[in-house]
């Protein structure tokens, strides 16, 4: 079963597992986006959200957790092949920041379309 289709299926599910505990351990941008997206939640299920609102909700909170995992390891690459500054690595690690930046202002958008609504009702047109 080892080697099987499965077996590889498997130990792969492993790996992104320990991937993911590892970034959460040991990343401190992981672990204030983990809070807030446990934080959001709460409030989700405080407010009773729509089934289509918590769709868009974990999509945002996937995106955001997934590039910065992926931010993580670009940083980690370049830190690992140029230990020293150097302008071209700098500049890799400031793209890769920004794409976290953009999925952080998509998941703040999102956010505002789903809560907004919520906690101030008057102010929206249902």
């Given amino acids: 079963m080892r080697d099987s289709y499965l077996g590889k299926r498997i130990r792969g599910g492993k790996y992104a597992f320990k991937g993911a ?3 959460i351990k040991s990343e401190h941008s ?7 997206a446990v934080l959001i939640t709460a ?9 289509s609102d918590w769709m ?11 590039t910065e995992g992926l931010n993580s390891a670009v940083e980690g690459i370049a830190d690992f092949v140029h230990p020293d500054f150097h302008t071209k690595i700098g500049y ?10 953009f999925a952080a202002i998509t998941a703040i958008i999102i956010a505002g379309f789903i809560y907004l609504p919520y906690l101030f009702p008057n102010l929206f047109i249902q």
């Avoid at 868009?56 to 997934?66: R, T, W």
């Avoid at 793209?95 to 976290?100: F, H, R, Y």
Wanted: charged share 10%; net charge neutral; hydrophobic share 65%.
């Fill in 21 to 23: 505990w590892i970034l």
């Fill in 30 to 36: 992981i672990q204030v986006q983990v809070g807030i």
């Fill in 43 to 51: 409030l989700g299920f405080y407010l009773d959200i729509s089934k």
């Fill in 56 to 66: 868009f909700q974990f999509f945002a909170i996937g995106l955001v957790l997934s």
């Fill in 92 to 101: 890799i690690k400031d793209v890769a920041a920004g794409a976290v930046l």
